[in-house]
Nanobody, 125 residues
Framework: QVQLVESGGDSVQAGGSLRLSCAAS??????????MGWFRQAPGKEREGVAT???????RYADSVKGRFTISKDGAKNTLYLQMNSLKPEDTAMYYC?????????????????RGQGTQVTVSS
């Protein structure tokens, strides 16, 4: 049974940094073979895809985080990461990791087959 567990969320001041982690288990193969991503949702707002990483390590980012966030994965640890720098109050949201059953990221991360329970990020001005 596939399971994704996020951690690393916290309350920080604007300009600060956080690294989110997503521990994956239950996969037949290492997560490096799969499309994985992060999405977020703030209260009263729609879900927003933040970043994705393909099985071949191709990465894509939302314009709102490009240049500030970095997605990466460690196949040996079966862990997905999201390094977030220069955080802004508008980054405040619940952050979820998600995994597709395929190697290539086609859909938006909140449409992927598997997702975690989320970790809260709060950025104060």
């Amino acid at each position: 049974q596939v399971q994704l567990v996020e951690s690393g969320g916290d309350s920080v001041q604007a300009g600060g940094s956080l690294r989110l982690s997503c521990a994956a288990s239950g996969y037949r193969y290492a997560i490096s073979n799969y499309c994985m991503g992060w999405f977020r949702q703030a209260p009263g707002k729609e879900r927003e895809g933040v970043a994705t990483i393909d099985g071949d390590d191709t990465t894509r980012y939302a314009d709102s985080v490009k240049g500030r966030f970095t997605i990466s994965k460690d196949g040996a640890k079966n862990t997905l990461y999201l390094q977030m720098n220069s955080l802004k109050p508008e980054d405040t949201a619940m952050y979820y990791c998600a995994s597709s059953a395929s190697s290539y990221c086609i859909a938006r991360p909140y449409e992927y087959r598997y997702r975690g329970q989320g970790t809260q990020v709060t950025v104060s001005s």
